[in-house]
């Protein structure tokens, strides 16, 4: 039995030492709170609206009034995030984050009213 001793206490700490095979995860997908609504830029009001889960929050000028910007979600064919680019004939603001799309400096809101 004690010859045995060795080998049971070199194989207990051979399986305490041995890792599991590592385990892929899924690639972690931020998800975004974004506003949804119209902001009038001549007389803002705030937006209560939110949209959860999103992959990605955008603004974009209203097609009716240049004064007006559209906020929401994206979920799919999102430009580039903290950029204007075109989307659907038109400048749209992407990003991510806890309704970002409220939270645009004054360059963002001119290139989206200019454009």
């Given amino acids: 039995m004690r010859l045995f001793l060795p080998i049971l206490l070199?194989?207990?700490f051979y399986v305490g030492t041995v890792?599991?095979?590592?385990?892929?995860?899924?690639p972690v997908q931020y998800?975004?709170?974004c506003?949804?609504?119209s902001l009038?830029?001549?007389s803002p009001q705030p937006c209560l609206t939110r949209i959860?889960?999103?992959t990605r929050c955008m603004t974009h000028r209203s097609d009716k009034d240049p004064d007006v910007l559209e906020a929401g979600c994206c979920m799919s064919n999102c430009g580039p995030i903290y950029e204007v680019s075109m989307s659907n004939g038109r400048p749209t603001y992407f990003c991510q984050g806890d309704i970002c799309n409220l939270k645009m400096g004054?360059?963002?809101i001119d290139r989206l009213r200019s454009s």
């Fill in 10 to 12: 070199g194989f207990i």
């Fill in 52 to 54: 959860a889960n999103c």
């Fill in 35 to 37: 506003a949804h609504c």
């Fill in 19 to 26: 890792r599991p095979a590592s385990i892929r995860e899924a």
């Fill in 31 to 33: 998800l975004s709170n």
């Fill in 40 to 42: 009038n830029l001549k």
């Fill in 106 to 108: 004054s360059g963002v």
